[in-house]
């Protein structure tokens, strides 16, 4: 299996953080998510990719325990899911502002808190890891808090030339992409009737996506020396590593194209 560390795609890219509504059941907010508000999100212009990130309701966090470093994803905090936009170039975000309009009015039929985060172009990396022939059975999403007191520099530095190189040379990853976020700025994403809440300390800086062949390898890797021996680095730039299991990575437009139908 190759233990390269190119990558394959530096995408213009963004990540919309999701709470569903509590007054209903959660699942008929995934659901929601999943149908209806999709065929709102995916017309909209200069979509290079959309894919949906559902996160399994029982989410402790996977990152082993790390001195110094919070590894339990807080309760309170605990994520649904994530929208994963992708843009054809830096200037796409401007071609579907009518189409988001049409977004900002839904979120509150399915969402009581939303975060924008999103990063300068060429601070998303997608990975060429996987072997000929694999498929991602299995995800997970890690997220990163950078510790206070580290600059930007520094921390971008050890997540592409420390942390995906010792990942990428695990050689269990079919699929690997990061996300090193810009400074979190409500009015980006400042939708109406819907919680845009996000204290300092609970900002993140970083994210890291993970496949794998499937479920048994997941964790395996997660309970192996080799993330034990990563978490010592980590610990000295990141104060927070919450690692969520997906339940599905549901993608609608691909290539600038909407699906007919979505692909997992």
Excluded: C
């Excluded at 060429?122 to 890891?129: A, E, H, I, K, L």
């Excluded at 990428?168 to 090193?180: D, F, H, I, N, P």
Aim: charged fraction near 25%.
């Amino acid at each position: 299996m190759t233990t390269t560390t190119s990558y394959t795609k530096k995408p213009f890219a963004s990540s919309i953080l999701l709470w569903v509504r509590t007054d209903q059941p959660r699942q008929t907010g995934m659901d929601y998510w999943k149908g209806p508000h999709s065929k709102i999100i995916s017309p909209t212009p200069g979509f290079d990719e959309y894919r949906q990130i559902h996160l399994a309701e029982t989410n402790p966090g996977l990152w082993p325990a790390t001195p110094g470093v919070e590894t339990t994803i807080p309760v309170d905090r605990r994520i649904d899911g994530v929208a994963e936009v992708t843009f054809q170039s830096a200037l796409s975000p401007l071609l579907g502002r009518k189409q988001t309009r049409l977004a900002y009015k839904d979120e509150i039929n399915v969402f009581r808190r939303t975060l924008l985060y999103a990063g300068p172009p060429n601070s998303t990396r997608w990975y060429d890891v996987a072997g000929p022939g694999e498929k991602t059975g299995a995800r997970a999403l890690v997220y990163l808090r950078r510790r206070e007191g580290v600059g930007t520099r520094p921390f971008r530095k050890f997540v592409t030339d420390e942390l995906v190189p010792a990942l990428a040379k695990t050689g269990v990853l079919t699929e690997l992409r990061t996300q090193v976020f810009m400074p979190w700025n409500k009015k980006l994403w400042d939708t109406p009737d819907v919680a845009h809440d996000n204290p300092a300390d609970q900002r993140f800086h970083a994210s890291l996506m993970l496949g794998f062949a499937d479920a048994s390898a997941l964790r395996a890797f997660f309970d192996s020396d080799g993330v034990k021996k990563l978490s010592g680095p980590l610990s000295a730039v990141a104060s927070a590593a919450h690692a969520y299991e997906l339940s599905d990575a549901l993608t609608y437009v691909k290539g600038g194209k909407i699906l007919p139908h979505y692909e997992r």
